[in-house]
C-alpha cells in the first residue's frame, strides 16, 4: 500500500448512524465547539510516518515492508509550518499538545520543534517507543517538553521482541524510561496495548514492575484503527478483565478523572503503591467527551482517529494563506465535527466491510 492509498470512502452505514446535523453549531460563549458541544483542547501532531519498529498491532511487518512507500520528505510538513499550526490551534483554545508519529525521536532535530512550541502556553507532551531516549532525553527536556510517555507491551523479553517485530530488547526501553525520569520528564506514562492471546500474560508482571515506581502504567484496548492490523473482536482483552486481573492481587480502586475528557480510566492500588489506567476505546466508548484533534505528518487535519479523510491545510499553508484564512478554515472544521466512530463500533461490534480507515503510524496515536 503506498501513501495516497489510505484513504477509502465512507460507508453508507456510518453516515447513516450519523444524525442528521442542521447549521454549524453556535457557541454561546464565542468558544469554539463541535456539533455534539465538545470543545477542542487537545493537538496531536504527526511529525513523522516512520517507525524502527514493526509493533504487530500498528505496522505489521508484511504490510510496513521494504516496498512500502512511505512520505517524501518535501511532503512533510516543516517544524515553522506546525508552529503556525500550533500557535493557531492555542488561539482557539488548545491546551495541550501531544507529539506523536511514527516514531517522532527519528524525525531530524525533533527538540527544534519542542523548542518553538515549547513558548506556547500548553503543556507539550510527546509519545515514543522509548527506543531513542537515552540519547534524546536530555535534550528534549532542555528544549521545553513537559512529560513522555512510553509505549512498552511487556516486561519479558521474548514477547517484547515479538510484539515490536524487530528484535528490539525490553532493556533499551526500560533504560529510556530511567533516563527520562532521570531528567524530569515526569509523571511518566507507560502504554502497553493488550493483544489477547499475545501478551495478556505480560498485565501482571509489568503491574508488579511499575508499582512503587512513581511511573503510570496504562492498558489500552486492541483498536480497529488502520486497514493492516487485522484486527479482530476476540483479540481485544476488556479493560473490565485487566482491572480484575490485577485486583485479584493488588486490591484497586477506581478514583476521579483528573479532567473532563480524560481518556483513561484511573485506579489506585489501595496499599499506597500508586495509580494505573485502563483505556477502554472498544469496550467503553468516550466519544462523548472527546476534545482531541490530529494534524498528519503532511498537513492533514483529522477530527477523528477513524475519519475518512482529512482536510488540507498544508495546501493552504503553501499557497500562502494568512493566519486569518486558516484559522477560518480551522473553525469550521471543527464547528463541523460530528465524529462518534466509538460509539457506533461499539453498537455495531465490528466494521462494516469495505470500510475504510487512515493508519494509526500516519495519523499519530
Ligand atoms: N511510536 C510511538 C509509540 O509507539 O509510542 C508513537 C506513535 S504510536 C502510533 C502511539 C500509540 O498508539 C502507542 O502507544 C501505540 O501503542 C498505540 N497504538 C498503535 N496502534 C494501536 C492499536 N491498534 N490499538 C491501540 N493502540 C494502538
Ligand atoms: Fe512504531 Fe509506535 Fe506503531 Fe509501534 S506503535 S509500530 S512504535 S508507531
Ligand atoms: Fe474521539 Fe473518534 Fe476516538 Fe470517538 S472514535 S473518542 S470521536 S477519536
Known amino acids: 500500500m503506498n501513501a495516497s492509498a489510505r484513504i477509502i470512502p465512507i460507508t453508507s452505514e456510518l453516515k447513516a448512524a450519523a444524525p442528521a446535523t442542521g447549521a454549524l453549531a453556535a457557541p454561546l460563549d464565542?468558544?469554539?465547539?463541535?456539533?455534539?458541544?465538545?470543545?477542542?483542547r487537545d493537538l496531536r501532531i504527526s511529525v513523522t510516518d516512520r517507525c524502527n519498529f514493526r509493533c504487530?498491532?500498528?505496522?505489521?511487518?508484511?504490510?510496513?515492508?521494504?516496498?512500502?512507500?512511505?512520505?517524501?520528505?518535501?511532503?512533510?510538513?516543516?517544524?515553522?509550518?506546525?508552529?503556525?499550526?500550533?500557535?493557531?490551534?492555542?488561539?482557539?483554545?488548545?491546551?495541550?499538545?501531544?507529539?506523536?508519529?511514527?516514531?517522532?525521536?527519528?524525525?531530524r532535530h525533533i527538540e527544534n520543534l519542542i523548542e518553538q512550541l515549547a513558548k506556547l502556553p500548553v503543556e507539550l507532551t510527546l509519545t515514543t517507543n522509548g527506543s531513542l531516549l537515552v540519547k534524546k532525553a536530555r535534550a528534549l527536556r532542555d528544549a521545553g517538553l513537559d512529560r513522555v510517555t512510553v509505549s512498552l507491551d511487556g516486561l519479558d523479553d521474548a514477547v517484547f521482541r515479538r510484539m515490536n517485530d524487530v528484535d528490539y530488547p525490553v532493556s533499551d526501553v526500560l533504560d529510556g524510561i530511567a533516563a527520562a525520569a532521570a531528567v524530569g520528564l515526569a509523571p511518566i506514562k507507560v502504554n502497553c496495548v493488550v493483544k489477547r492471546g499475545s501478551n495478556d500474560d505480560q498485565i501482571l508482571p509489568l503491574a508488579r514492575h511499575f508499582r512503587n515506581s512513581g511511573h503510570i502504567l496504562r492498558f489500552i484496548e486492541f483498536m480497529d484503527v488502520g486497514a493492516s492490523n487485522g484486527w479482530r473482536m476476540d483479540e481485544v482483552l476488556p479493560s473490565a478483565d485487566v482491572?480484575?486481573?490485577i485486583h485479584a492481587e493488588f486490591p484497586l480502586q477506581a478514583i476521579d478523572a483528573n479532567y473532563h475528557g480524560e481518556v483513561a480510566g484511573r485506579w489506585r492500588y489501595l496499599d499506597g503503591g500508586g495509580e494505573i489506567g485502563v483505556i477502554s476505546s472498544v469496550?467503553?466508548?468516550?466519544?462523548?467527551?472527546?476534545?482531541?484533534?490530529?494534524?498528519?505528518?503532511?498537513g492533514q487535519l483529522y477530527t477523528c482517529l477513524f475519519a475518512q479523510g482529512g482536510h488540507d491545510l498544508r495546501a493552504l499553508l503553501r499557497e500562502g494563506g494568512d493566519d486569518e484564512k486558516l484559522q477560518r478554515l480551522i473553525a469550521n472544521v471543527w464547528r463541523g465535527r460530528d465524529d462518534r466512530y466509538s460509539e457506533i463500533r461499539s453498537a455495531a461490534t465490528a466494521l462494516p466491510q469495505g470500510s475504510s480507515k487512515i493508519e494509526m503510524s500516519y495519523i499519530g496515536g
Open 30 to 40: 464565542g468558544s469554539l465547539v463541535d456539533l455534539r458541544q465538545r470543545r477542542v
Open 56 to 107: 504487530v498491532y500498528c505496522m505489521p511487518k508484511e504490510v510496513f515492508d521494504h516496498d512500502y512507500a512511505f512520505l517524501p520528505r518535501t511532503d512533510l510538513l516543516s517544524f515553522e509550518e506546525i508552529v503556525r499550526i500550533a500557535r493557531i490551534f492555542v488561539d482557539q483554545g488548545v491546551e495541550k499538545i501531544r507529539i506523536t508519529g511514527g516514531e517522532p525521536l527519528l524525525r
Open 243 to 245: 482491572i480484575a486481573c
Open 283 to 298: 469496550t467503553q466508548a468516550f466519544c462523548s467527551s472527546c476534545t482531541r484533534i490530529r494534524l498528519s505528518t503532511e
